[in-house]
């Protein structure tokens, strides 16, 4: 498994932007599917996005389709969400995972990532 530690959620206003880091100091993540995935109080953890490891293709639940967008920095090793227009919806604990399954097929489930990172708070003030 891959220790993995997010950063960056914070309380920002609706339509407000935040930024999420993930990143590993004993693994190479270019050697990973990323992803992030979201839990909100009282409701099961579900997908936000993954990108495979060329950095090359990312899929985003519709939710969030057209406002956040996921990058990696493999010379970093690091991984971003890049969070936009967010909405009081999107308040939830948001966790990196980590997959050493192949590209393809796109799979969204969590139990296809096998690290995840403690977590980090999103909160969305309307």
């Known amino acids: 498994q891959v220790q993995l530690v997010e950063s960056g959620g914070g309380l920002v206003q609706a339509g407000g932007s935040l930024r999420l880091s993930c990143g590993a100091s004993?693994?190479?993540?270019?050697?990973?599917?990323m992803a992030w995935f979201r839990q909100a109080p009282g409701k099961e953890r579900e997908f936000v996005s993954r990108?495979?490891?060329?950095?090359?293709?990312?899929y985003y639940t519709d939710s969030v389709q057209g406002r956040f967008t996921m990058s990696r920095d493999n010379s970093t090793n690091t991984v971003y969400l890049q969070m936009n227009n967010l909405k009081p919806e999107d308040t939830a604990v948001y966790y990196c995972?980590?997959?050493?399954?192949?590209?393809?097929?796109?799979?969204?489930?969590?139990?296809?990532?096998?690290?995840w990172g403690q977590g980090t708070q999103v909160t969305v003030s309307s």
């Open positions: 004993r693994a190479n993540l270019s050697r990973y599917v």
């Open positions: 995972a980590a997959s050493d399954g192949p590209d393809y097929p796109i799979v969204t489930t969590r139990a296809a990532f096998g690290s």
């Open positions: 990108i495979r490891r060329s950095g090359s293709l990312t």
